[in-house]
């Protein structure tokens, strides 16, 4: 077995990071067994012992194998798990619009979704009172380093990390209210927005992906190498801007699905048959 030629710039090891990719796409390796060993690696392809080494460590960075100690290196995989993120726009009806996944209670979606799964959710629970970023303020409408109301959500899938989402609010809009409580709500926060006459109706969201911080990556506990998707959404009613949810996930483990336009061919959103392995990606 060769390694593959690369550009004169490309180093033996990287070069063999690759092929191992080809290979773990081709399905040559499962999650049953560990790869071959150094040794062994180290006679299929005639390198040094040291170049197999750091192969390998690229693509442990990457967050594509798990080295256990006395039992070898594996396959790093985990279920990915599809979260309608947007849906289509509520359906009319002779009595009035019929929402649909619009703007549905997020932590009802996230909830249907893991029973949908057959997966476990659990939700750790947190309300702070901080001072704005300049993105947030900006958004809320707000001057940098007002004061506003954050809910964070810890999401565990069967107790693996999944996902933070922070829900930011003006101190004015959520003084007094059960948006102030160290506690989840009944309905959700949407039910308190509604009774405060703030219901949205529309949204705007913003995609980047990003390496973790040091406290991002403590929780989570990704490789390395694993980038963050994460999810900026800003929530309007007819009066402004109400909030801004800033929901984080693990890039290897979750998945964002839209729904566009006109979907009433469709009882739900299409997903894909089996979950994309990033292996399998890169080599399409």
């Known amino acids: 077995m060769t390694i593959p030629r690369g550009t004169a710039q490309s180093p033996k090891y990287q070069r063999l990071a690759a092929d191992l990719r080809r290979r773990i796409a081709e399905g040559e390796f499962t999650t049953a067994a560990a790869l071959p060993v150094e040794s062994e690696l180290e006679r299929q392809y005639g390198v040094a012992r040291n170049t197999v080494r750091l192969a390998v460590d690229v693509l442990v960075n990457e967050g594509r194998l798990v080295r256990l100690q006395g039992k070898g290196t594996y396959l790093r995989e985990h279920p990915v798990l599809d979260h309608r993120a947007y849906g289509p726009a509520p359906r009319l009806e002779p009595q009035g619009p019929v929402p649909l996944d619009c703007l549905a209670t997020p932590s009802a979606v996230y909830r249907g979704e893991a029973d949908d799964s057959g997966r476990e959710l659990t939700v750790d629970f947190e309300m702070m009172i901080v001072r704005a970023r300049v993105d947030i303020a900006e958004r809320l409408g707000l001057r940098p380093g007002e004061a506003i109301v954050v809910r964070r959500q810890l999401r565990l899938l069967d107790r693996e990390p999944y996902s933070i989402e922070e829900s930011h609010y003006r101190a004015g809009l959520a003084a007094g209210t059960?948006?102030?409580?160290?506690?989840?709500?009944?309905?959700?926060?949407?039910?308190?927005?509604?009774?405060?006459?703030?219901?949205?109706?529309?949204?705007?969201?913003?995609?980047?992906?990003?390496?973790?911080?040091?406290?991002?990556?403590?929780?989570?506990?990704?490789?390395?190498?694993?980038?963050?998707?994460?999810?900026?959404?800003?929530?309007?009613?007819?009066?402004?801007?109400?909030?801004?949810?800033?929901?984080?996930?693990?890039?290897?483990?979750?998945?964002?699905?839209?729904?566009?336009?006109?979907?009433?061919?469709?009882?739900?959103?299409?997903?894909?048959?089996?979950?994309?392995?990033?292996?399998?990606?890169?080599?399409?």
Do not use: K, N
């Open 178 to 284: 059960p948006l102030m409580e160290p506690d989840q709500i009944d309905g959700g926060d949407e039910a308190v927005l509604a009774a405060l006459g703030r219901t949205e109706v529309g949204a705007v969201d913003h995609l980047v992906a990003r390496m973790p911080g040091p406290e991002e990556a403590q929780w989570f506990q990704g490789g390395p190498g694993v980038p963050l998707v994460v999810q900026t959404r800003v929530t309007y009613d007819r009066r402004g801007p109400v909030r801004v949810i800033e929901t984080r996930y693990s890039a290897d483990r979750s998945r964002l699905v839209y729904g566009v336009g006109d979907l009433a061919a469709r009882t739900t959103l299409p997903a894909p048959a089996a979950p994309v392995d990033p292996a399998r990606a890169d080599a399409q």
